[in-house]
T-cell receptor, first 115, second 117 residues
Framework: AQSVTQLGSHVSVSEGALVLLRCNYSSSVPPYLFWYVQYPNQGLQLLLKYTTGATLVKGINGFEAEFKKSETSFHLTKPSAHMSDAAEYFCAVKSRGYRDDKIIFGKGTRLHILP | DTAVSQTPKYLVTQMGNDKSIKCEQNLGHDTMYWYKQDSKKFLKIMFSYNNKELIINETVPNRFSPKSPDKAHLNLHINSLELGDSAVYFC????????????????FGQGTRLTVV
């Protein structure tokens, strides 16, 4: 069975500092990988995804993530944090199986930006 | 133009009542989902439909009954509401196959905050 682990339910960084949110997955076959962001009282918005090809994936709002098969990781980074980045971030996986449409989410990491 | 829309956005009701949440997507997708987000922000899939056919039912109590009248709609009816049903419910949609490749991401609605008192 697939699972997703996000290290740290809360992460605080200063404005302008590097953002690093950690995600590890468990799956017998490398799955599709996603990062979603949720702003307060909003739905989930896709930040970026990894399906195939280049392992460094760039997303919206300056975020990027790198798929590392050997480490079963898909950590999210941003070089310089902005106050508007404060939100809940979810790492998620989806099986490559044709009929398996389930997206499994990690427990989320709340990102706090300190002025 | 909202891609995945849910109504209502907020729902406050008493224990024992029956309520419905509606979801519509205008993306032309063939797969729709219901997710439940609890007070700790944990997202858990409840149901998935593909072309109006139930694909996933994640051991959700029988009091929850999804209905998909067509590919663009997936409604959620809840009978005999309990305090523990209080949560935010998200509808989402995706397209299983795009061209000759399996499509991947899901698009989410804004959520329905259900409060049972």
């Amino acid at each position: 069975a697939q699972s997703v682990t996000q290290l740290g339910s809360h992460v605080s960084v200063s404005e302008g500092a590097l953002v690093l949110l950690r995600c590890n997955y468990s799956s017998s076959v490398p799955p599709y990988l996603f990062w979603y962001v949720q702003y307060p009282n909003q739905g989930l918005q896709l930040l970026l995804k990894y399906t195939t090809g280049a392992t460094l994936v760039k997303g919206i709002n300056g975020f990027e993530a790198e798929f590392k098969k050997s480490e079963t990781s898909f950590h999210l980074t941003k070089p310089s944090a902005h106050m508007s980045d404060a939100a809940e971030y979810f790492c998620a996986v989806k099986s490559r199986g044709y009929r398996d449409d389930k997206i499994i989410f990690g427990k989320g990491t709340r990102l706090h930006i300190l002025p | 133009d909202t891609a995945v829309s849910q109504t209502p956005k907020y729902l406050v009701t008493q224990m024992g009542n029956d309520k419905s949440i509606k979801c519509e997507q205008n993306l032309g997708h063939d797969t729709m989902y219901w997710y439940k987000q609890d007070s700790k922000k944990f997202l858990k899939i409840m149901f998935s439909y593909n072309n109006k056919e139930l694909i996933i039912n994640e051991t959700v109590p029988n009091r929850f009954s999804p209905k998909s009248p067509d590919k663009a709609h997936l409604n959620l009816h809840i009978n005999s509401l309990e305090l523990g049903d209080s949560a935010v419910y998200f509808c989402a949609s995706s397209q299983r196959v795009l061209g000759n490749r399996k499509n991947t991401e899901a698009f989410f609605g804004q959520g329905t905050r259900l409060t049972v008192v």
